[in-house]
């Protein structure tokens, strides 16, 4: 498994849609334009014909960094247009088959992944391609699986959270979910808000609004209230008033685009997870954290959309501790930060020390109150985020 064996294979998969060899390289290993491949011939040649990659691409891929972002490159550019089924079997055989790799390499990477969990399959993918590079620039040499030259540890195979800022982890998997729930066959195929809403099931959709009043008395939209707010809202209601479907339109508004193509994630965006109560367990309660004051419940159940699998009871300790942790600094950060806020507007407020004081003491205290301020409110976004 050589790199221009795994370059070749990986750009077969695609060249029916025209990324011939320059693309291939401005999609692996830049962040440019494919209209600037012209730039890349030479470069993707290269590659292509049994070079290994140069030094400048190494020093960039070759760090936990820049690994990750080479990981983000491929699952953002090269996964949707590839059969996962056919790439998987193809870099699989040359893994099993590769006389340079040796046996528990080729374990760690064969079991770092799942197919259906992108970022672990583009990591695979990555992995596969620095493996060749480095068995390039030692083919021809004595195959000593004891003296085998690249480390794994960058790599961080073994995780099974990848990538990202945990709060876009969150928003992906619920995203992931969320398509998954309308697939054919699953409870939400097809679905039609205004269909289910409406009596007779039609209207245009410029016309089908629902407002609600805020605490101010003032009139908007509920759907923007919800979107806005940065408080919990509960929705409660007789059976069959269309509170599920009110809560899939906002999934469908927050995951889906005009044209009902997956959204970009965009920072700020609230994290909408759909929860039903029937999904709690019976075992519930032998979750019940003393130190938290609650059971761990909807941490399991992130957990579980991270990991993409169906068992509360499976959630790996690595990510429940990740997004337990994730939950409990921004509340404790939070409340130190409204704390200050409290204590400087206090001072600021006393006129007595504002008489008093020199002025650059008192304009130090009011940037420090702005600071702080600041402070909260990028928590505050963080916890409307991570509890939406």
């Known amino acids: 498994m050589i790199?221009?064996?795994?370059?070749?294979?990986?750009?077969?998969?695609?060249?029916?849609?025209?990324?011939?060899?320059?693309?291939?390289?401005?999609?692996?290993?830049?962040?440019?334009?494919?209209?600037?491949?012209?730039?890349?011939?030479?470069?993707?040649?290269?590659?292509?014909?049994?070079?290994?990659?140069?030094?400048?691409?190494?020093?960039?891929?070759?760090?936990?960094?820049?690994?990750?972002?080479?990981?983000?490159?491929?699952?953002?550019?090269?996964?949707?247009?590839?059969?996962?089924?056919?790439?998987?079997?193809?870099?699989?055989?040359?893994?099993?088959?590769?006389?340079?790799?040796?046996?528990?390499?080729?374990?760690?990477?064969?079991?770092?992944?799942?197919?259906?969990n992108g970022l672990q399959f583009a990591r695979f993918i990555a992995a596969c391609i620095l493996c060749g590079n480095y068995n390039t620039a030692v083919a021809g040499k004595d195959k000593n699986q004891g003296d085998y030259g690249l480390g794994l540890d960058f790599m961080h195979l073994e995780?099974?959270?990848?990538?990202?800022?945990?709060?876009?982890?969150?928003?992906?998997?619920?995203?992931?979910?969320?398509?998954?729930?309308?697939?054919?066959g699953r409870r939400f195929h097809d679905l039609d808000i205004i269909s289910r809403l409406l009596p007779k099931g039609y209207v245009t959709e410029s016309n089908f609004k629902l407002r609600a009043r805020t605490e101010e008395g003032e009139i908007r939209s509920l759907f923007e209230i919800c979107r806005s707010s940065s408080r919990d809202i509960a929705v409660t209601g007789e059976g069959g008033i269309g509170k599920t479907t009110f809560l899939q339109q906002l999934l469908s508004d927050e995951f889906q685009d005009d044209e009902k193509k997956p959204a970009e994630y965009a920072t700020g965006n609230p994290i909408s997870i759909f929860i039903e109560l029937k999904q709690c367990p019976s075992q519930m309660e032998q979750w019940y954290e003393e130190?938290?004051?609650?059971?761990?419940?909807?941490?399991?159940?992130?957990?579980?959309?991270?990991?993409?699998?169906?068992?509360?009871?499976?959630?790996?300790?690595?990510?429940?501790?990740?997004?337990?942790?994730?939950?409990?600094?921004?509340?404790?950060?939070?409340?130190?930060?409204?704390?200050?806020?409290?204590?400087?507007e206090g001072k600021l407020s006393n006129e007595s020390f504002v008489a008093k004081a020199p002025e650059a003491v008192v304009n130090a205290e009011r940037a420090k109150l702005e600071k702080v301020k600041s402070l909260l409110a990028q928590l505050e976004e963080l916890e409307r985020k991570l509890k939406r």
């Open 291 to 344: 130190k938290h004051k609650k059971t761990n419940f909807i941490s399991r159940f992130i957990g579980q959309l991270l990991e993409n699998h169906n068992t509360l009871d499976a959630v790996s300790d690595e990510t429940l501790t990740a997004v337990e942790k994730e939950l409990q600094r921004i509340a404790k950060e939070k409340a130190k930060a409204q704390k200050d806020v409290a204590m400087f």
């Open 159 to 184: 995780r099974k959270i990848v990538s990202y800022s945990l709060p876009e982890q969150i928003w992906k998997a619920s995203q992931r979910a969320f398509f998954e729930s309308r697939k054919e």
């Open 3 to 116: 790199l221009s064996e795994v370059i070749h294979f990986l750009q077969e998969q695609i060249a029916n849609v025209g990324i011939t060899n320059p693309v291939f390289y401005v999609m692996f290993f830049t962040d440019e334009d494919y209209e600037n491949s012209v730039f890349y011939i030479n470069a993707g040649n290269k590659i292509f014909s049994g070079r290994h990659l140069t030094d400048q691409i190494c020093g960039q891929i070759y760090s936990e960094k820049g690994f990750m972002h080479f990981v983000e490159r491929i699952e953002k550019k090269y996964l949707p247009l590839i059969n996962r089924n056919s790439v998987d079997r193809g870099l699989r055989n040359m893994v099993e088959s590769c006389e340079y790799l040796p046996d528990s390499y080729k374990k760690c990477l064969l079991t770092s992944y799942t197919l259906e």
